[in-house]
């Protein structure tokens, strides 16, 4: 007989953390109150975000620009030939702790090739992209080339002579400038993009020359009026500037607002074509490509016949070819106004100063980087006020010693010890140990009176030198003047012709109505009490039989309208779902028709009240609410901008509904109670509120437990004696219903 196998249960292993070894709160939940988890973990990753990645300080650039460009700066590329990008990004992983994508992307971004910028900060070999493409992939840092463009000299002018703080790296193995001691207003040259926690920045670029002209004229004077050096904005991809001065001042002035670009374009008149060779900064070829084929499938364009990116090493086009006898001018007027080809550049001058994020206009952003470039020249000039003085020094003790060179001389032969010749020429010279240093250090071929001479004579100069630089140092006046001289040079040095064209007085054409193309004919409309609806036309409906309906389902009412009537179906979840007619197929009175909340896409349990149609849309609805209150509200409130389909809060859910009416004009109306009362009132004492969830107000006062049963026009009402249930005044009781006046009557509107 065989042994019966029994099966082991494996325990599992845990990891053996040693004797004695124990884990506190091992396993349980720690409560913690939301203000301390909010202090302790996410606000200072918000401020990490704002102040160390996303927004732009005073020189113009995000940390990590800051880091691959000086990367860049140490590894001698200002002047050098080009290195593999590879290299670049290995080398900046030393300041910067992202991975290589990340610094990649950044070069990228920098680089000539990808036209970015109005001045690329990296001179570029290879694919490097393209900013106006969405598509267009940039090649892998082992195949490109890079090295500093020559305008990175003005970057790093002086970066040696403590114009700015040199910081620790992030494992403090070695120093990084805190900011580049640019010498132009780069943070306005330069665009800058950047999304923070809760704030963001949005900075375009603005022509170099035109930039440094109004600095230059800001700080001779302060009222200067900035447009007149500075009309607006220039990008890297050219385009055209829909010039609005309002909205610029606006913009200066706050430092909020948008620019409207065009697509500047061509049209060639032998092959029938319009060629786009710049497009708005804010887009992307791909884009327009997009939209324009929706347009075309929509029916909405039809004077295309083809439109193709043929985009090369010539720069950018987008060829439109047009079908036989099309106007360009109209065709492109209407391409602006529905495709991207004109589109807006929204603008938010968010940058930190001193560590604090500010948005500031124009003026207050040159201001503050006059400030800030006044201080870095003041460093440069104290920095070498101090090794000219130095140097003074030391020349000081050269011309002792030109006095008596053979007692120099004979004092260091004789002295027996080396450590006693600088304590010795001390003595014997009457100067101090950093002299006598630099004494005994000379080379014995240059202890000679002309070699002495030839250096003590720079003396005088380095004093008047001093002075110069002392007395700029207490003078504001001289220091602006270092900065407009340096703004000159960089001006004139690397200046260039605008490229976004300005546009005055540009009247943009009326927008044309669109042609509805949707035919129109007479239909009736049939409405159940289910929520089906059939449209039927008028030659069908005199051919048709009794209307068919679902079992248990009966007629609501019909309407006479067209078949491009719009229509509003409200529903018991508080929604108004906007239609037309034209959106449903012809039907016959043999078929149940279109289920409405199906076809409309209604919630889940959602069925409908009301079906309206508005006409013209110059009545209004009534809705009136079990608690006896009736809401007046003009149709106009649920017209809508956009092509929006459903419309949340259409009506109070403050009490039930019970009945839904449209009406053209003010009429009379009565209202049953569920105690047997009944009442006539006009709606012309009611005011309209043109807020769609308004409460209404108390039309008929209801005993206790009694509730508003129906509201009828008094056409349909049946009710004989009016006179007896018109009340004078609202609210009101009402008077008992009567049994001849509980007759109802069917009526058929018309739209």
Known sequence: MAKKQSKKTLKPVRPQLGDGVEILNAGSVLEDPIT?????????????????????????????????????????????????SANIVGQTMRLNPHGDAAIYETMVRLARGNETLLHPFVDSKGNFGKVYSRDMAYAASRYTEAKLDPICAELFRDIDSDTVDMVDNYDATMKEPSLLPTTFPNVLVSANQGIAVGMASNICSFNLKEVCDTTIA????????????????????????????????????????????????????????IEITEIPYSTAT???MDKVAELIKAGKIREIADMRDETDLGGLKLTIDLKRGVDPDKLMQKLFRMTPLQDSFACNFNILIAGMPRVMGIGEILSEWTAWRMDCVKRRLYFQVQKKRERLHLLKGLERILMDIDKAIAIIRETEL??????????????????????????????????????????????????????????????????IKELQQVSEKYGQPRKTEILYNVEEAEPEKEEDETPDYPVTAFVSNGGYLKKITAQSLRMSGEQKFKEGDSLAYSVETTNRAEMLVFTDKFQCYKSRLSDFEDSKASLLGDYLPQKLGMDAGE?????????????????????????????????????????????????????????????????????????????????????????????????????????????????????????????????????????????????
């Open 286 to 288: 791909e884009v327009i």
């Open 218 to 273: 800001l700080m001779k004077n302060p009222d200067h009026d900035i447009l007149e050096t500075l009309p607006g904005p220039d990008f890297s991809t050219g385009a055209e500037l829909l010039y609005d001065e309002a909205a610029t001042r606006e913009i200066y002035s706050t430092g909020r607002g948008s620019f409207r670009l065009r697509a500047k374009w061509r049209y060639v008149k032998e092959g029938s074509l």
């Open 36 to 84: 301390r988890t909010l202090e302790t973990n996410y606000m200072p990753y918000a401020m990490s975000v704002i102040v160390s990645r996303a927004i732009p300080e005073i020189d113009g650039f995000k940390p990590s620009h800051r880091k691959l460009l000086y990367t860049m700066y140490k590894m001698g590329l200002l002047t050098g030939g080009r290195t593999k």
């Open 418 to 483: 080396d450590s006693e010749v600088v304590p010795n020429l001390m003595i014997g010279f009457g100067i101090d140990e950093i002299q006598a240093n630099f004494v005994a250090e000379i080379k014995l071929r240059n202890i000679n009176k002309e070699y002495i001479l030839k250096q003590t004579k720079a003396t005088s100069q380095l004093e008047q030198e001093i002075a110069e630089m002392e007395e700029t140092l207490g003078s504001p006046r001289k220091l602006k003047n270092v900065i």
């Open 607 to 751: 069925n409908v009240l009301q079906v309206i149609f508005p006409g013209d849309g110059r009545g209004f609805v009534l809705f009136f609410f079990e608690n006896g209150k009736v809401a007046k509200v003009p149709l106009s409130a649920y017209e809508t901008k956009t092509n929006r389909k459903k419309l949340t809060g259409a009506f109070s859910d403050k009490s039930p509904v019970v009945k839904i009416l449209s009406l053209g004009a003010d009429a009379q109306i009565a209202m049953y109670s569920s105690d047997g009362r009944a009442m006539i009132f006009s709606t012309a004492d009611l005011l309209p509120k043109t807020t769609r969830n308004t409460i209404g107000v108390a039309v008929m006062s209801l005993k206790k437990k009694a509730v508003l049963q129906n509201a009828l026009s008094l056409e349909q009402s049946g009710i004989e004696n009016q006179a007896r249930y018109r009340m004078k005044t609202i609210p009101a009781a009402g008077a008992l219903l009567r049994e001849e006046d509980t007759r109802e009557k069917q009526a058929t509107f018309e739209v």
